[in-house]
């Protein structure tokens, strides 16, 4: 299965792409402003996965629920999604082995020269601040994120804490998703980057 991207959600877009660049040495592209009043800016890992760094559009007056947002005082690691070949099969599957990964539904944002992106994934009515299981993505038609030029950064570790390993493991193998989950008290994800100012951890 493959990596598409992560997420890391933030209470103030601004004042987080500024200190992400001053920690990396690597400054994130404008992505644009989505429906719900979020925008994003991005840093590509490779031509087909990137981080997402997502927050409370500057130029929206809405209060974005996606996330956590409504409720962040500080940026995190929040949620990863992945790209499988068949996204309606994949969910069926995922069904039958016992986990819903949500209703899937289309979605789109424009980017800052006015090309509106549009793709499908899947969506769960879930409070969670941290999701370790991966919703699903499929970008259609539209050019991948990742592949449209983006200043890139290494993904050196991606990984997983939970209270309940095992079970976090069942719960990644009914999507088709592999990740390394260690033992913790809180449910966590941890990433590290290689930048040009040396290796940054995101949690």
Known sequence: ????????????????????????????????????????????????????????????????????LADLTEPRLTAWAIHPEDLDETVRQARQAGYDPGEVAPLSRRKPDGTLLEWRLTRRDDPAAVRPVPFLIDWGQTQHPAASGLPELALVSFTAT????????????????????????????QAVLDTPQGQVRLA
């Open 1 to 68: 299965m493959t990596l598409d991207h992560l997420v890391y959600a933030v209470p103030d877009l601004e004042a987080a792409v500024a200190d992400f660049a001053e920690r990396t040495g690597v400054t994130p592209v404008k992505g644009g402003s989505h429906p719900g009043g979020t925008a994003n800016y991005l840093v590509g890992f490779g031509p087909t996965a990137y981080l997402e760094i997502i927050g409370p559009d500057p130029d929206s007056d809405e209060r974005p629920r996606a996330f956590g």
């Open 162 to 189: 939970h209270p309940d390993p095992e079970a976090l493991r069942k719960d990644l193998a009914a999507v088709g998703a592999e990740l390394e989950v260690e033992p913790g008290q809180e449910v966590g994800l």
